[in-house]
DNA sequence: CGATTATTATTCAATATCAAATTATTTGAT
DNA sequence: ATCAAATAATTTGATATTGAATAATAATCG
């Protein structure tokens, strides 16, 4: 039904399974940017945020690596938190090359604040499914996302 | 383990699963894109084309409804793929708001030409999962879409 | 009929994203 | 120790993406 193409069987099943997976991951995270819980972050803003909280300081490189995201928009991503001072890049002492990145006093509150408002939005949005379903769905992502 | 919010049981496993789905779903587009099987195509145009030469020549808004994309992004990307003479735009009789999209016979070329293997990459990527363990996810998936 | 409302496409401004090229620095091998 | 290769960040150019504003056209309703 949701996949015209004529191919094997095996083709068919591979297909209709990665189109879902797809649609699920883009209009969920379509609802929730529409829930406006982001607070006025970019879904990639609220990651980096998210993992110097976390993990704390870290360079550029290692975030990128975490997001998956190339650097060149790690570089554009920290320009506009550091514009909004939210982050600061610092000289990192044992390799000049590098830039660590930390969370300032506001950047650390607005995390703080905005985080668990997101959680409760995602678990809203995810509670179509039981947490038994929501297991098993992990479980076959992190297969299939293996690799990284 | 890769969670590090402290919330409640529902909320850590809503989490988890929210950023199993994000990562399978990025990590599997970006290996995709890395074998290059989209033939100089980006994932929106190969997406334009793929629904027009499935199911007919459509409006403008159409494809934005179907691929989840507001029309201003449809607007550029049908820009970029008429600037490669892959598609057309037509007025449409009935209505001079619209502008019907029609596939040119270079874009219908291209994408007969990619699609199969495009598929096949797919295929490939999914293998790590059984037919049976697919057919889970894309149930699982689907519920969670829904309200499109 | 005529005015209001809705819809379609376009434009604009801001942000994201990648790949490729560049610069600065570090590391490793000879 | 020196030189080559690797790594980190930045820049640039092209495309994507959204949301808001606008213009043109269509539909509706009083």
């Known amino acids: 039904m949701p996949t015209h193409y004529t191919g094997t069987v095996e ?5 209709n399974t ?10 969920l995270n379509a609802r929730l940017a529409a829930k406006g ?3 006025n972050l970019t879904i990639t803003q609220f990651g980096v945020l998210e993992v110097l909280y976390h993990l704390g300081p870290m360079c550029q490189n290692e975030i990128g690596a975490k997001l998956l995201k190339s650097g060149g928009n790690i570089t554009l991503v920290i320009d ?7 982050v600061k890049r610092q000289a990192s002492p044992e390799d000049r ?3 660590t990145i930390t969370l300032t006093e506001t950047g650390r509150k607005l995390i703080q604040e905005v985080l668990p408002v997101h959680v409760q939005a995602i678990t809203a949005e995810m509670s ?7 297991s098993t769905l992990a479980n076959l992502c992190l297969r299939l996302g293996k690799k990284d």
Chains 1, 2 share one sequence.
């Open 11 to 15: 083709e068919i099943i591979a297909l």
């Open 18 to 27: 990665f189109i879902k997976l797809t649609r699920a991951t883009e209009s």
């Open 37 to 39: 819980t982001l607070g």
């Open 80 to 86: 506009n938190l550091e514009k909004r001072s939210l």
């Open 97 to 99: 090359r590098r830039r």
């Open 128 to 134: 179509v499914l039981n947490p038994q379903e929501q």
